[in-house]
């Protein structure tokens, strides 16, 4: 199984930072994928990027090239995209927190995988705040978001929130990117032997 991550936006989109401009989604996202990269590398599982630089391509590129990946696998694939999330796009702080993860609309093989992340999650860091949907029985939300629509199982995952001073403070923590890193690789071993 190959697992395809996808680091968010690029220094060349507008916004995407807290007030402060301490966080940069680009920035801290790339962080985080290159060090979960290099964590799926240790165990020997077989992964790939979407982006290698910090500008942002285009949604367009990023499902191309997520199912030009996918193919080399017959689609035994997931895509891990990774982001911060806001509540506001005004440039202030917010109170909303926490962790949430999403996938394509209906039930399909993503909110399996999207379970397994968001338990590990929740088990790892058990003082977080979490977000759900749990209408449908699972816990991820549900949308059609361009980077979703690929061909093989995707999630994208909203870490914390980047306009929060809260979130912000353990976004940036190396704590937090330590295990958060830990999570996902847990993850990923987990559904790998699924």
């Not at 962080?31 to 910090?54: F, H, P």
């Not at 997931?78 to 039930?107: E, P, V």
């Not at 449908?136 to 979703?148: I, M, P, R, T």
Request: hydrophobic share 35%; aromatic share 8%.
């Amino acid at each position: 199984m190959k697992i395809i991550l996808d680091p968010a936006h690029g220094i060349n989109t507008s916004g995407k930072r807290s007030p402060d401009g301490r966080l940069r989604e680009y920035e801290w996202s790339r962080e985080i994928v290159n060090r979960l990269s290099d964590k799926l590398n240790e165990l020997g599982i077989d992964n790939a990027l979407t982006v290698s630089t910090e500008y942002e391509p285009g949604l367009r590129y990023r499902v191309i090239k997520t199912n030009q990946l996918a193919s080399l696998v017959n689609n035994d694939a997931l895509l891990i995209s990774i982001h911060c999330n806001a509540a506001g796009a005004d440039g202030k702080w917010h109170n909303a927190r926490g962790f949430s993860i999403w996938t394509s609309r209906g039930q399909t093989k993503s909110d399996n995988y999207a379970e397994i992340i968001f338990n590990e999650f929740e088990k790892t860091f058990p003082e977080i705040p979490v977000r759900s949907d749990t209408t449908d029985g699972d816990h991820d939300y549900e949308s059609n978001f361009a980077v979703l629509m690929c061909t093989c199982p995707a999630v994208l995952i909203e870490t914390l929130f980047q306009d929060n001073k809260e979130d912000v403070e353990l976004l940036l923590s190396e704590d937090f990117k330590t295990g958060f890193v830990e999570c996902l690789a847990n993850s990923v071993q987990l559904i790998v032997n699924s």
